[in-house]
């Protein structure tokens, strides 16, 4: 069914992980998709062409997130594309693991940027162009519930995104926006791969009900939820998708 049609939905870091299942599944019920990368042109050239193959509408859009200027092209260029913004998926983000003593002040500030201040403005671009209704759905991590070494900037951006959706309903609420965030646990993508041993992801699937790690398809499931009408009554939350690993 297309749930979706007419509407049209930006997906930053679309270009492969959880951002691409999520981008291909709301093509496919019908939005005009933005795929939306920082540094892989390719890999977002050929998510368009496959959607458009299923018969799906879709655009590759550079942008920076944390850059205020490409914050605003996104949107200006998504505009001029399809005329409106219905859905934002805020899914772009940065995780650098290392234990305190070794974070610098450039992995400190790269991951702000991006996971902070660029969901944050990308909110404030939403107030002002999205249509009535909207939906937008940000990343959180399910790492907030857990105490892991060398976590502890990633999860301290996540804990800002988590306050941002709390406190931005309301402001949001007037013109029938929803704004969620979705809380992965471990999923089987790059950014949770790369960097651990084979031993380190057998210990992460014995943390949860099901024995096994999460694919971007279960968390895909959730967003689908949450940008449908099926979800209007449910606004500033934290959607734990995580198979009990908390």
């Not at 992995?107 to 939403?126: I, L, R």
């Not at 709390?166 to 007037?174: C, D, N, T, V």
């Not at 009900?209 to 449908?228: H, K, N, Q, Y």
Request: charged share 20%; glycine share 10%.
């Amino acid at each position: 069914m297309n749930i979706l049609e007419g509407k049209v939905a930006i997906v930053t870091g679309s270009s492969r992980g959880i951002g691409l299942s999520i981008a291909n599944r709301l093509a496919d019920l019908g939005a005009k998709t933005v795929i939306n990368y920082s540094s892989n042109p390719d890999k977002a050239s050929e998510a368009v062409e496959a959607i458009k193959r299923r018969g799906g509408t879709a655009i590759a859009l550079h942008a920076d997130l944390s850059r205020m200027e490409e914050i605003e092209k996104l949107f200006s260029e998504t505009l001029a594309a399809f005329g409106k913004v219905d859905i934002l998926i805020n899914n772009a983000g940065l995780m650098i693991n290392k234990p305190l003593a070794e974070v610098t002040e450039a992995d400190f500030d790269k991951q702000f940027a991006v996971n902070v201040k660029g969901t944050f403005f990308a909110c404030q671009q939403a107030m002002k162009h999205m249509e009535n209704n909207g939906r937008i759905v940000n990343f959180s991590t399910s790492v907030l519930g857990q105490m892991f070494p060398a976590y502890s900037v990633y999860a301290g951006t996540k804990g800002a995104v988590e306050q941002f959706t709390r406190q931005l309903a309301k402001e949001f609420g007037p013109k029938g926006i929803t704004i969620n965030a979705v809380a992965p646990g471990p999923v089987n993508t790059e950014l949770f791969t790369v960097g651990k041993t084979e031993q380190q992801i057998e210990g992460m699937k014995k943390l949860n009900a099901f024995g096994r790690i999460g694919e971007p398809e279960d968390i895909t499931d959730v967003v689908e939820f949450l940008v449908s009408e099926k979800s209007q009554w449910v606004t500033g939350q934290t959607l734990r998708a995580n198979g009990g690993f908390i």
